[in-house]
């Protein structure tokens, strides 16, 4: 497992590429891919690839932010790519 990634973490497994998920996106610091119960057409994930608990484990700081900014591009990206047609997109940090 790469450094960072925690055992048991399956989103971890997920960005060190340990299960058969297909990845719609790869980057150094963020893997996206379907929801495995998804409640739309194209519903994304996009995590970094290192572990980060919860989303109240970020801090304030110029690193996490640009994160996070990251993560909703990379999700605008794929987005605009496979349904250039739609306007409509609801971003959700999941904080649990």
């Not at 194209?42 to 919860?54: A, N, S």
Request: overall charge neutral; some cysteine; hydrophobic content about 35%.
């Amino acid at each position: 497992m790469a450094a960072g990634a925690v055992s048991g973490c399956i989103f971890c497994q997920i960005a060190t590429t340990s299960t058969c998920t297909t990845l719609l996106h790869s980057d150094e610091n963020v893997v996206a891919f379907q929801d495995i119960n998804p409640s739309a057409l194209r519903h994304y994930l996009v995590i970094p690839k290192e572990h980060i608990p919860t989303v109240k484990d970020l801090k304030k700081s110029h690193n996490d932010y640009s994160l996070v900014n990251h993560m909703l591009d990379v999700g605008k990206s794929l987005l605009c790519r496979d349904a250039p047609q739609s306007k409509q997109y609801r971003p959700q940090v999941d904080g649990s």
